[in-house]
């Protein structure tokens, strides 16, 4: 653990404990330093020279159009490129650990514990012919050493805690008979089961409606904010990106053009790009939030 002074006067953890004299402290969870990742051996890296790190309890937000690389850097974090891709260059420290060099059995014990995923649309993820319920009690199986009975209990409250009405009906339903918006909530509820450290959430509003995704995008905060949880979410809507996150990385066709504070980079941005994309800036139930 790398313990570091706090900057800013966000509020942060303060330690009880005397070894720091009560001082604000926080620390480092997670350091992308000189990343480039490729998804043919030979050509070109697809993204180039991503930089950024993120404290215990923070929220960054990448932003940027389609295809700009947004998938890759958050699927690299969690070793799960698809079609060959690898990281070619740089480094990926979380809580101290070198994810470039984890074995297979590391793998298992980070994710979907101490780092989990939310997806665009998590009803592809199940299985559609069996019951949300046998999948979600096989999961805590999986990660956990508990009985059913344990398990479906713990299913219950994440699903409470995700504002599921009737959490017993949706565990004896199938994806089908869901809303997006519910199968989306189920989805989270999976992914905060372990209390992770670290949320990696790929447009997990996207496809829903305006009004889901603003209920949806406050859910995610105050589960973030509530537990310490950090969360890196990718996103199209500069909005929520805004709302939600303490730090904004835009990128471009496989590069950052701009990263920093989200209110310096709204308020003040330095890129072209960035000044465009803020140009058409999206409402969200009616409040504008840049
Ligand atoms: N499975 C894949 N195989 C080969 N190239 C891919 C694959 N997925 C993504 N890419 C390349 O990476 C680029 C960035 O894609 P992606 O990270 O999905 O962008 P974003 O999430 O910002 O829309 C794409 O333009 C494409 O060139
Ligand atoms: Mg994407």
Do not use: C
Not at 81 to 96: E, K, W
């Amino acid at each position: 653990m790398i313990l570091r002074q706090a900057q800013d006067n966000t509020p942060k953890k303060i330690l009880s404990t005397n070894n720091f004299s009560s001082k604000e402290v926080t620390y480092l969870l997670l350091e992308v330093s000189k990343l480039d990742i490729s998804y043919a051996k030979s050509s070109a890296p697809t993204v180039h020279d991503v930089n950024f790190t993120l404290d215990d309890g923070e929220i960054l937000a990448i932003v940027g159009e389609s295809g700009s690389g947004k998938t890759t850097v958050i699927r690299a974090i969690l070793n799960v490129l698809p079609g060959g891709g690898h990281v070619s260059n740089g480094s990926i420290t979380f809580d101290g650990q070198n994810l470039l060099t984890l074995d297979a059995d590391g793998w298992r014990n980070l994710r979907g514990g101490k780092i989990s995923m939310i997806f665009q649309d998590s009803g592809n993820m199940l299985n559609p012919v069996r019951t949300i319920g046998s999948q979600f009690v096989e999961y805590i199986q999986v990660h956990s050493d508990v009985d059913k009975k344990s398990a479906w209990d713990t299913a219950v409250d994440k699903l409470t805690l995700m504002n599921l009405p009737n959490p017993e009906n949706i565990l004896n339903s199938y994806t089908f008979e869901l809303s997006g918006g519910m199968r989306q909530r189920v989805g989270i509820a999976m992914a905060i089961t372990f209390q992770p450290k670290l949320l990696l959430a790929d447009e997990p509003t996207s496809a829903l409606d305006v009004t889901t995704q603003a209920q949806i995008v406050g859910e995610l905060m105050f589960i973030t904010r509530g537990s310490g949880a950090s969360m890196i979410i990718v996103t199209h809507n500069i909005g929520v990106a805004s709302y939600l996150a303490d730090n904004l990385m835009v990128m471009s066709q496989g590069r950052v053009v701009e990263y920093g504070k989200t209110d310096d980079v709204i308020n003040r941005p330095q890129a072209e790009y960035t000044k465009t994309l803020l140009a058409s800036v999206p409402e969200i139930g009616g409040k504008r939030y840049v």
